[in-house]
């Protein structure tokens, strides 16, 4: 990467896409990450890495960041907060 950048080189785009192609089959879904953005993927490349990530344990959150960064996700709006009344807030009372 910093060769390239040095020497005014381009990076190797479709080997580097062919790579994270790669590490995407085999479900190392860090380096598919990693290559698809140094390389620019494309969104066909980014769906399918969502793909993966939502079939593996604990990698939704990873799935919507995802989305919401490479796909054009919207980020889901906040619920809104709940509006002061004139009724005081309900007591807990402890039981023993």
Do not use: F
């Not at 054009?72 to 002061?84: D, F, K, N, S, T």
């Amino acid at each position: 990467m910093r060769v390239c950048e040095l020497g005014g080189v381009p990076l190797p785009r479709e080997r580097m896409l062919v790579a994270a192609d790669a590490s995407l089959r085999r479900k190392d879904v860090d380096s598919a990450m990693r290559l698809y953005e140094l390389a620019g993927a494309d969104r066909e490349r980014w769906a399918k890495l969502v793909d993966v990530l939502t079939a593996l344990p604990d990698r939704e959150r990873q799935a919507i960041e995802i989305v919401d960064r490479h796909l054009g996700g919207e980020a889901q709006p906040e619920p809104p907060l709940r509006e002061a009344t004139n009724k005081a807030p309900r007591q807990i009372k402890a039981v023993k």
